[in-house]
């Protein structure tokens, strides 16, 4: 059974950095683009990093860019997210997820595949 649990998630500072971890078990990552989704308090499920499967091409939304950077371990079926400089507006609870969209499609967020539970960042702003 396929499987994604994040870790990692804290109460930080302003201007703290925080890394989150996501374990996969049951499948491989090596064959799916990986996705870090986050949801704030109230709104809806925002998409704010891909990485592809080898690794080499990554994106971020612009909420998030230069402060988060995205990786990922396919020896280990990891993936992970270093977030540096926190902000108020990152408070939420941030999510791991496969997919198998390209990139002109990487917001339809209802077509990802397997998902984990998420992980709560909470500012202490």
């Known amino acids: 059974q396929a499987q994604l649990v994040e870790s990692g998630g804290d109460l930080v500072q302003p201007g703290g950095s925080l890394t989150l971890s996501c374990a996969a078990s049951g499948f491989a990552i090596k064959f799916w683009s990986m996705n870090w989704v986050r949801q704030r308090p109230g709104e809806g499920p925002e998409w704010i990093s891909f990485?592809?499967?080898?690794?080499?091409?990554?994106r971020y939304a612009d909420s998030v860019k230069g402060r988060f950077v995205i990786s990922r371990d396919n020896t280990e079926n990891t993936l992970a997210l270093k977030m540096d400089n926190l902000e108020p507006g990152d408070t939420a609870l941030y999510y791991c997820?496969?997919?198998?969209?390209?990139?002109?499609?990487?917001?339809?967020?209802?077509?990802?595949?397997?998902w984990g539970r998420g992980t709560q960042v909470t500012g202490s702003f």
């Open positions: 997820s496969a997919s198998a969209v390209p990139l002109t499609r990487i917001s339809n967020l209802n077509e990802y595949t397997y």
């Open positions: 990485i592809a499967p080898g690794g080499k091409d990554l």
